[in-house]
T-cell receptor
Framework: DAGITQSPRHKVTETGTPVTLRCHQT?????MYWYRQDPGHGLRLIHY???????DKGEVSDGYSVSRSKTEDFLLTLESATSSQTSVYFC????????????FGQGTRLTVV | EDQVTQSPEALRLQEGESSSLNCSYT??????LFWYRQDPGKGPEFLFT???AGEEKEKERLKATLTKKESFLHITAPKPEDSATYLC??????????FGEGTQLTVNP
């Protein structure tokens, strides 16, 4: 457990509405990531951040935006939710101590109806 | 384009029956090969990071090895509680992690 909290854990929303998912960490790690996990696709990178206000796109970034105004919080926003964004979303942090490790949160299950 | 492929997709073992899972990768500039365990409804749980060919790491009944093109997760005398999906990921430039689709392991008592 690397002190990662995702909220909400479950959400049902309607097509066309904006949705924001939050990832909070307690250990001041620089690198944070948002992934989505879908059957048949595995974990795919949406966006990641390498510092406050420093973010970059992953392989499936269309329809998503992120913000990181504080080290501890990384927000993922679906500007206008679509049914194809129904998925389980995971936040992760990367540590660079004696060993390089990456730890995941418990996930947010999002359903767009 | 970076690619990570895991095989088999699913593996069913009897308790005590040792086996190996494969993770092959095609990436430019590997900076680490990660292994995870994922239980249903939970986030991936970190197991190992390997950095260079020839490296090995162990944790209980699990041992991970790395070559220049693939990694293996060896499971020795598995128990039912080892049942899970095992994921591997390659870290390349920009600190991204590219994941394979996983191997679903079932260990029957």
């Amino acid at each position: 457990d690397a002190g990662i909290t995702q909220s909400p854990r479950h959400k049902v929303t309607e097509t066309g509405t904006p949705v924001t998912l939050r990832c909070h960490q307690t250990e001041n790690h620089r690198y944070m990531y948002w992934y989505r996990q879908d059957p048949g696709h595995g974990l795919r990178l949406i966006h990641y951040s390498y510092g406050v206000k420093d973010t970059d796109k992953g392989e499936v970034s269309d329809g998503y935006s992120v913000s990181r105004s504080k080290t501890e919080d990384f927000l993922l926003t679906l500007e206008s939710a679509t049914s194809s964004q129904t998925s389980v979303y995971f936040c992760a942090i990367r540590t660079f101590n004696l060993d390089t490790e990456a730890f995941f949160g418990q996930g947010t299950r999002l359903t767009v109806v | 384009e970076d690619q990570v492929t895991q095989s088999p997709e699913a593996l069913r073992l009897q308790e005590g029956e040792s086996s190996s899972l494969n993770c092959s990768y095609t990436v430019s500039g590997l900076r680490g090969l990660f292994w995870y365990r994922q239980d249903p409804g939970k986030g991936p749980e970190f197991l190992f990071t390997l950095y260079s060919a020839g490296e090995e790491k162990e944790k209980e009944r699990l041992k991970a090895t790395l070559t220049k093109k693939e990694s293996f997760l060896h499971i020795t005398a598995p128990k039912p509680e080892d049942s899970a999906t095992y994921l591997c990921a390659a870290s390349t430039s920009g600190s991204r992690l590219t994941f394979g689709e996983g191997t679903q392991l079932t260990v029957n008592p």
